[in-house]
């Protein structure tokens, strides 16, 4: 099998499955803008190829957002594969290294906080689920 066709495919499943989750998809620098300059609450997901992605993070951005409380706004980027968009992302994450996959929530366009890769990798799904809804908790309204 061609290793790009697989990759292909991989990231297209990946892209899907966090598009049906209800994320909108970011894959310029002038979206990361518009995206960023919402008033409210931004759950960003920096996505990945990484099997930490697929096998948690992407599952816990899913399930997350059934919460009482929960960002105003979805969006996402694709580290490895739109680098524009998640470089422009990532120069709002102040104080924060680059990290793929992670989470990161915006207020009004300033990062509040992140879920970074070490705290997704060698967790399940449902202890990055907690870790999420316990920050839409603090910074998120009721919906």
Excluded: W
Excluded at 94 to 122: C, N, Q, Y
């Amino acid at each position: 099998m061609d290793f790009n066709i697989y990759m292909n495919d991989v990231v297209t499943q990946a892209r899907e499955e966090i598009a049906n989750a209800g994320y909108t998809q970011l894959t310029s620098p002038e979206e990361v803008d518009q995206a960023f300059a919402k008033e409210g609450t931004t759950l960003v997901m920096i996505n990945s190829v990484c099997g930490c992605a697929g096998g948690v993070a992407r599952p816990a951005a899913a399930h997350a957002i059934h919460y009482d409380k929960r960002p105003d706004h979805l969006a996402t980027v694709f580290a490895g594969q739109d680098r524009e968009a998640t470089e422009r992302a990532r120069q709002h994450f102040e104080g924060f290294p680059p990290s793929s996959p992670s989470f990161a929530l915006m207020k009004d366009g300033k990062i509040v906080t992140m879920v970074e890769r070490h705290d997704i990798e060698g967790f399940e799904p449902m202890a990055v689920v907690g870790k999420l809804q316990r920050i839409f908790e603090e910074h998120c309204e009721e919906v």
